[in-house]
């Protein structure tokens, strides 16, 4: 596995935790990761966290479920 997808499953799992969380984007190390939450219309019990690099538009999407 590269160290580029390490660093996404890192960030991923600090955010999922702790959207407010400041992680460098995994790709450059440019910009902090924001995080947009996204809602599922097919499913009212999940939706999609959005972690975006303004930096560099680097991009992951973490499939959230709702406690
Ligand atoms: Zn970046």
């Given at each position: 596995m590269r160290p580029e997808s390490l660093k996404w499953i890192e960030a991923a799992k600090v955010l999922a935790a702790d959207p407010e969380a400041k992680v460098?984007?995994?790709?450059?190390?440019d910009e902090f990761l924001e995080v947009h939450d996204v809602p599922n219309p097919a499913d009212p019990d999940q939706f999609e966290r959005h972690l975006i690099c303004p930096g560099c538009g680097a991009t992951n999407i973490l499939l959230m479920r709702k406690s």
């Amino acid at each position: 596995m590269r160290p580029e997808s390490l660093k996404w499953i890192e960030a991923a799992k600090v955010l999922a935790a702790d959207p407010e969380a400041k992680v460098h984007c995994p790709k450059n190390e440019d910009e902090f990761l924001e995080v947009h939450d996204v809602p599922n219309p097919a499913d009212p019990d999940q939706f999609e966290r959005h972690l975006i690099c303004p930096g560099c538009g680097a991009t992951n999407i973490l499939l959230m479920r709702k406690s």
